[in-house]
């Protein structure tokens, strides 16, 4: 990548790579030039992490209904939290609500014996509605933050897209899982699932007394300590996307449950239901 890489860096860096990254490549078979990522975001962390190993991860995007492929990075030019720039011959642009539309010759002629679907899906000007909530930067490279049936619409018409903010809280080491709540309401909640292991150390170097994950949860030290960490890590965000509230859970979600999809994500309806009254405990008193 361009840029001066400092003395010190470029030992430390030769250094690991001696001792630990050499090792990783060798695992892939020592002459991968690239890995290409699709399917789910990539963290931009775990980009940046393989590149320091010598692995570069290249990111695209698309749909079955684009034939797949809408952008991708490329190799000598990239950008790690994006999906890149659209693929020759192909259009994007973001619509007034932050949904991705592409119009191309990848574009599907539309779903076998589904006209009404069809056109739901493609307007008459021939632009995909992916379904897909973004932003295109400066030079031209997409970001996408979230799905369009997942936006949130606060009770004051504000517009939030929960996952960048779940994957905000979720950089903490002391949760493991977490879900917003706030669609159609005054401010946003949060179900969350702790990492009970680091509580429980926290906990025992204070001596504080518990019998189980449910005590835990109930301790007002432990919630006092979560407080303090989702106030820190949003204090950069709007006052529309903060929580106001938030309730700790005893167990974790699990697929087993009916929680998670295979591919570990939430089911929002499901968990919703199921702890319907934690969540209308936390909008108690508002009018």
């Given at each position: ?13 030769a250094l690991a790579d001696r001792l630990v990254f050499s090792k990783r490549r060798e ?261």
């Open positions: 990548r361009r840029g001066s890489v400092p003395a010190h860096l470029r030992i430390r860096h695992k892939t078979g020592g002459r991968m030039r690239f890995f290409v990522s699709g399917g789910a975001a990539l963290a931009r962390e775990l980009g940046e992490f393989f590149e320091a190993v010598g692995l570069t991860v290249i990111e695209g995007y698309g749909l079955t209904e684009s034939s797949p492929v809408i952008s991708a990075n490329r190799l000598h030019n990239y950008r790690f939290g994006s999906v890149g720039q659209p693929i020759p011959g192909v259009e994007i642009r973001i619509e007034g609500d932050g949904e991705i539309l592409a119009r191309g010759p990848n574009i599907m002629k539309g779903y076998w014996g589904q006209p009404e679907a069809t056109a739901q899906a493609i307007d008459k000007d021939g632009w995909l509605h992916t379904g897909d909530i973004g932003v295109i930067d400066a030079e031209g490279f997409l970001h996408i933050t979230d799905r369009k049936k997942h936006l949130f619409v606060s009770s004051g018409g504000k517009n939030i897209a929960p996952q960048p903010i779940e994957n905000l809280f979720l950089s903490s080491k002391y949760i493991e899982q977490l879900m917003l709540i706030g669609d159609h309401r005054m401010y946003l909640t949060a179900l969350i699932v702790p990492d009970f292991e680091v509580l429980k150390e926290y906990a025992d170097a204070r001596k504080l007394s518990y019998s189980s994950p449910s005590d835990l949860a109930r301790l007002a030290e432990i919630n006092q300590l979560i407080e303090r960490d989702i106030n820190n890590i949003q204090k950069d965000l709007a006052n529309y996307e903060r929580v106001r509230r938030f309730t700790l859970l005893d167990r974790q979600f699990t697929v087993e449950e009916g929680e998670l999809t295979p591919t570990q994500k939430v089911r929002r309806n499901v968990v919703e239901e199921r702890y319907a009254n934690v969540i209308e405990s936390m909008y108690e008193g508002v009018s």
